[in-house]
């Protein structure tokens, strides 16, 4: 079965750093681009970024141009986020996505709290 399992999420200080990962497992992981999307409260769930299945190409919403990198290993079928220069407005629930076929993958979210 298809299954995303995001870690790592957890309390930074503004200006830190903090890297969330997704297990992915149960489809040929390095056929697939896969997605970062993020949540706040009260807010839609929006596009973070975005990498190609071998992970030449990647892009970002404006927002995190600069301060987050996706990287891939699809050897241990897994995508990761690096977040630096965190702000308050990057608190949000971090989820994996992938879309195999007609359907959409998301997996349980990682929380991520930016905080003085």
């Known amino acids: 079965q298809v299954q995303l399992v995001e870690s790592g999420g957890g309390l930074v200080q503004p200006g830190g750093s903090l890297t969330v990962s997704c297990a992915a497992s149960?489809?040929?992981?390095?056929?697939?681009?896969m997605s970062w999307y993020r949540q706040a409260p009260g807010q839609e769930r929006e596009l973070v970024a975005w990498?190609?299945?071998?992970?030449?190409?990647?892009n970002y919403v404006d927002s995190v141009k600069g301060r987050f990198t996706i990287s891939r290993d699809n050897a241990k079928k897994a995508v990761y986020l690096q977040m630096n220069n965190l702000k308050s407005e990057d608190t949000a629930v971090y989820y994996c996505?992938?879309?195999?076929?007609?359907?959409?993958?998301w997996g349980q979210g990682t929380q991520v709290t930016v905080s003085s």
């Open positions: 996505y992938c879309r195999l076929g007609f359907i959409d993958y």
């Open positions: 149960g489809f040929t992981f390095s056929s697939y681009a």
């Open positions: 990498i190609t299945a071998t992970g030449r190409s990647t």
